[in-house]
């Protein structure tokens, strides 16, 4: 764990944009950007991506093959009733009930995987750099542990430039 | 693709991002006004008469209710329908409109969805409470038991109608819980006493927008969004199937789906509608909830009073053509002329002709006239739940079976009390949540305004 | 005579019906016909049954039953309208008794109830009667609707109701299209509201022991005297005999002083009641709904000039 940062504030998503896009180009690493609403560009330049969509393809798929099975295991095989005469693998009206399970695990098995990879739940402190964050301010952090010095003021120059109202060092 | 000269900027007066935090969490960190408490009052007032006839109900039993033997469903599942129905405009308003690229959902999508989660809530009480045996209401649930293990009837709507529910409620709570994310955590960072940061810092559930955040929260509100889509149009349609898979006259019918999804957005809408001009009213956010916000309501309410108008004259015409002589008489000497044609009428004035004045542009750019219009159409929903459900039931195939309905006070003390709890749940959501999406609506600040160009 | 005066006493009274409406209103509930009409063809008055037969078509099959299907056979023409059925009815299956103050809320118990209704002028009116029970229909709507499964169909073509299972949503008493189940509004067993035999020891003692007492909450109905089939049937197998016709009867069967139900297999074709199927005077209460009930109707009869 770094303990000692360079953050960089600015005013408006434009200048933000330039300096994270600028800083990458020069493989530099930022070590995370927060802003107080989603911004795309930054998101792309970040480099990260996220599977959760892909995972939630998965847990559908799944889903609804075992809601199907279960639907089928419990009404023809474990104990058959007969209800209005009709067939023990009443499959239309199992479709109905499927696609409404199939919506509930895809949910929950979502939200599980977001909370554990976002790591967000009840209670859970985050550090936070800048308290304006959240507000009207776009910050930029960048671990010193892991920057060389020269490459550092590099940054601060790109931050500089993209007209950062703040740049400061912080030791924590 | 949006165009400035003819709809207007969405967010008026060139705020700045400060400036639009302050304005919206002004309410959440100001003391409410006196008018505030008058309300909470009356709400708390109407929600200890619902819990004390939620008492009667449960300690003695269903007969304190006007329900009987012909008609075994009363007032309570007229709620239910109703109350399911206001729940729907959040999620169809948020989901639908996203998916629309209707950026001017950003002001509403907040307080709509908010609406979405107490009606439903309130709107689950019914179910609940007209089971004879509530204690056992876990047998609903498909759980191994030692009873065989006897599993449920999959084929029953209630079953459907059950899980649809309980999904329903997870995913529009989650939805909407997701969006205040970000908000709990503005109004964390800007707090100054230690209570509230505590508070607000728990709710947040540690959130500080990074970009790893951002990137998550967008990829998980796009998987619920595009579930949560499916989700509203079978919420309702399996709502339906409790009548529409029946053998009841009136209630046996193929339009049911189709007619009760598009009567839920329909009064979900007139809900929208009142709640936005309450907020606008009182909290002076007239800037964030503009006119053109309202306007756009009112042509949607347009369009759907014509839909619903239509699903009215299909039915009436299905029942002539089908033949069925009780069909027949559900429609043309129950409803239409008898003993229910108040309630007929009242359905048909009420969703199909009244909300037509909204063709007038001087209607739709009065306050106290759409707020009128808007409590009209949830009255007329209200009856239209009442048509269906009592009079099919009062008089079907047996005349010996013939029986009428009144509600008792007991059933009148769980409506107005799930009331009185909807209107403490949007009191509380005024007090102790941003009414609207902050985050969202600073990323659409600049839309339609010089700037942007 | 003399002494008997009648005055105004300003006391009103209101009446405990347990039904209200009175004509058929025109819907064929009552089949009738006259005797003159039914020596030339006995269909007559019972056209719709036919009709109704040659159109039922299902995406399902037809529910076969292997053993035993029990049925109900009633003849209209015998019914008199006495309602000694729905007394013996109530005391064979524990049926609560709930007072008027229920009934004027239109709340009924019993499992078998005598349907009246009038025609023609209402000076003169010609009266019908009707019993109307359960008619265990083979496509039965509630059982569909049931969330919980507490109501089934049993492979001798019983519906069938597990009480202990039954959370009374009330959905299968509002999709049965005949309006037979009941539902128990309150606790009518030890109930200070509802102080009738359910209420005290001595009462309780006219309860059958056969027969589980209902509580609060739950939903009941005609069981076809379950009861006395098992035990007919186990009474047959220790004597590993085969059941004969009529060993089994009903409470209503047996307390009919007309003779107009007749209970039977109609699995048995030698059985009165498989007769009386087949009779050409035989329908079911609003076939058309293709519910496949096991009561049958045999028309009215009457012996006037049309």
Known sequence: MSSSHLIGVFEDESGLVKAVEEIREKDLKIEEVFTPYPVHEVIHAMGTKSKLQVFAYFYGLFGALAVLAFLYWTSVIDWPINYGGKPFNSFPSFIIITIILTIFIVTVSSLATFSGRAKLWPGKQHKIYDLRATDDKFVIVVSKDKTDPEKLSTIQGIMKAHGAVEIREEEA | ?453 | MKSIRIEKTGVRHELALTQEHHTMEGREIVRETTLEKYREDPHSGNEAHEHVEEHHTSLYEKPEFDGHHWGLAIDLNRCIGCSACAIACQSENNVAVIGKDEVRRRRIMHWIRIDRYYSESPEDPRVYHQPVMCQHCDNAPCENVCPVSATNHSNEGINQMSYNRCIGTKYCINNCPYRVRRFNWFAYVNNREFDFHQNSKLGKMVLNPDVVVRERGVVEKCSFCVQRIQEKKLQAKVEERTLQDGEIKTACEQACPADALVFGDLNDPGSRVSEMFKDERNYHLIEELHTLPSVGYLTKVRNIKA
């Open chain 2, 1 to 453: 693709m949006y165009n400035r000269e003819v709809r207007g900027p969405l967010i008026i007066g060139d705020k700045s991002f400060k400036q639009i935090s302050t304005d919206i969490l002004a309410p959440t960190e100001t003391k409410p006004g006196k008018w505030w408490f008058a309300m909470m009052t009356l709400a708390t007032l109407a929600s200890i008469w619902g819990v004390y006839s939620i008492y009667i109900t449960v300690s003695k039993g269903i007969g304190t209710w006007g329900v009987n033997n012909t008609v075994g469903w009363g007032w309570a599942i007229i709620n239910f329908v109703w109350w399911i129905g206001i729940g729907h405009a959040g999620t169809a308003f948020s989901i639908f409109l996203l998916i629309l690229r209707q950026k001017w959902r950003t002001s509403i999508n907040r307080a709509a969805e908010a609406m979405t989660v107490f009606a439903v809530g309130c709107a689950a009480i019914f179910p609940a409470l007209h089971m004879g045996r509530i204690w056992l209401a876990f047998f609903i649930f498909p759980y191994p038991n030692t009873r065989g293990p006897l599993w449920v009837n999959f084929n029953s709507p209630l079953f459907w109608d059950f899980i649809a529910i309980t999904a329903y409620l997870l995913i529009s709570f989650s939805f909407w819980y997701l969006g205040m994310l970000p908000d709990f955590a503005t109004i964390r960072d800007r707090a100054t006493s230690k209570v509230r940061k505590a508070l607000y810092g728990f709710f947040s559930m540690g959130w500080v927008g990074s970009s790893r955040q951002w990137l998550r929260f967008e990829s998980l509100a796009f998987i619920l969004g595009g579930i949560a889509a499916v989700l509203v149009v079978s919420v309702h349609s399996i709502v339906s199937t409790d009548f529409a898979v029946s053998v009841e006259p009136g209630w046996h019918t193929t339009l049911f789906p189709p007619y009760f999804v598009v009567g839920a957005i329909f009064s979900g809408f007139a809900m929208v509608m009142t709640l936005m001009i309450i907020i606008r009213k009182l909290y002076k956010l007239g800037d964030y909830v503009t006119d053109g916000h309202l306007d756009a309501i009112a042509r949607i309410l347009t369009f759907i009073s014509l839909i619903m108008g239509t699903a009215y004259l299909t039915e009436i015409f299905m029942a002539w053509y089908s033949g069925s002589e009780y069909e027949m008489f559900t429609f043309f000497k129950n409803r239409i002329t008898g003993e229910y044609a108040l309630q007929f009428w009242g359905m048909i004035i009420c969703n199909a002709l009244i909300p037509q004045l909204f063709w007038f542009k001087k209607v739709r750019s009065s306050l106290l006239i759409m707020l009128i219009i808007s409590l009209f159409i949830n009255l007329g929903m209200w009856f239209e739940r009442f048509n269906i459900v009592i009079t099919s039931l009062s008089k079907d195939y047996l005349p010996s079976a013939w029986a009428s309905y009144t509600p008792t006070w007991v059933e009148v003390g769980t409506y107005v009390g799930t009331i009185g709890i909807f209107l403490a749940g949007v009191l509380m959501f005024f007090r102790y949540i941003p009414m609207i999406a902050v985050s969202e609506v600073k990323t659409v600040k600049d839309i339609g305004t010089r700037k942007y160009d």
